[in-house]
């Protein structure tokens, strides 16, 4: 019996003790975690800019006044005077054409033509006699005649032959051949001692002025080619040269580019532009306003690009990412298409801490 009491009285303790323990356990409170602080953000507001919507296509510089230097006899060439890149002055001769056989036809022209002359001048005493002895009754006007028919005759011949020196003396020139005009030379492909034919590119004389861009366009854009069209020339880089306008519109599609030429005039330094020389041409269809974002507020995942904005819809601001189509640049900025619209307040700075849902404290 007293075995039971004491078993008792230990088990009332242990209940004792263990109540004591659960009320002093629910008697504490736990500390709840400190709320996030708000990231100090730069922000910018979401405003319209002109946006040009452009395309690019490669273009080539042309000289308006440009000549292909061809014989118009054949020979030997014998001198070259000039090299590629040179300028010349209009008149100056370029190469020269072995002459020698064509000047041993001017020599013999011009005996033809002085034997012709002294034909000519013996007929003409002739005549001068025969009509002294006819008018003295000494001959008859038969004689006069034929005096005077052979004078004319000899005549005939002297001018006839005089025409052929002059002929011939022309068809000298051109063994000299000539720049037509002020201008660079171009590409030289022929040597001394070649025989050449007025089939044969001796070389090209080029003005470096009055230059116009030749833009080839797609047909699938014919319709919104008009004059005017504005129209820039850029590096490759995309840094704008120079600011033109279309002057010209082919009104045939071109078969092997499948595209429809169109010109536009270069005003640009000399020193910028060479005949034949492939540039880009940015040609502008039409400006529109549009959004636009600073570049350094885009980030890209996976090649898509995202901006983060301040989103202040709850308590205080979060940022919160946005997927956008983004267009062409305008300066340090880029047009946006589509994932935003103005008043939207786009975070600009610490973007690489930021991640979707997280406090900001916007600063203008």
């Known amino acids: 019996m007293r075995s039971f009491r004491n078993f008792a009285t230990a088990a009332l303790v242990t209940l004792i003790g263990i109540v004591t323990l659960l009320s002093t356990g629910c008697g504490k409170t736990e500390a709840k975690p400190p709320a996030p ?3 100090p ?45 040179d300028h010349v002055r209009a008149g100056q001769v370029l190469m020269t054409i072995d002459p020698l056989k064509q000047q041993a036809t001017v020599d013999q022209q011009r005996s033809t033509v002085a034997q012709k002359k002294a034909i000519f001048d013996y007929n003409q005493q002739e005549v001068a006699r025969q009509r002294g002895l006819y008018e003295g009754g000494v001959t008859s ?47 030289v492909p022929v040597h001394i001692g070649d025989y050449v034919s007025p089939q044969t590119l001796l070389t090209t004389v080029d003005e470096n002025a009055d230059l116009e861009a030749y833009i080839y366009i797609p047909t699938e854009r014919a319709s919104d080619i008009r004059m005017g069209l504005p129209l820039q020339i850029v590096t490759s880089s995309g840094e704008p040269i120079q600011k033109t306008k279309v002057d010209f519109i082919s009104q045939q599609v071109d078969n092997a ?14 020193d910028r532009f060479r005949n034949a020389q492939l540039v880009k041409a940015r040609v502008v269809w039409s400006t529109s306003p549009a959004p636009t974002v600073p570049v350094l507020a885009v980030t890209r995942i996976g090649g898509q690009p995202f901006v983060y904005v301040a989103d202040s819809s709850g308590n205080g601001s979060v940022a919160k990412q946005r997927a956008v189509v983004l267009g062409d640049t305008v300066g340090n900025d880029y047009a946006v ?28």
């Open 37 to 39: 602080q708000a990231l």
């Open 41 to 85: 953000v730069k922000i910018q507001v979401v405003g319209l800019q002109p946006v040009a919507r452009t395309d690019e296509y490669v273009a080539t510089v042309k000289s308006r006044r440009s000549a292909t230097i061809q014989p118009q006899v054949d020979g030997t060439l014998t001198k070259i005077l000039v090299k590629s890149g």
């Open 141 to 187: 006007k038969q004689s006069y005649d034929y005096a005077v028919q052979a004078f004319e005759n000899s005549k005939a011949d002297l001018d006839a032959a005089k025409s052929a020196v002059v002929t011939q003396e022309r068809q000298l020139a051109y063994y000299d051949l000539t720049a037509p005009f002020n201008g660079v030379v171009g590409d």
């Open 257 to 270: 580019l499948q595209g429809v030429l169109v010109k536009a005039p270069v005003h640009a330094p000399l």
């Open 337 to 364: 298409n589509a994932g935003l619209k103005p008043g939207d307040k786009v975070i600009v700075s610490g973007i690489q801490f930021l991640v979707d849902g997280e406090p900001v404290q916007p600063i203008s």
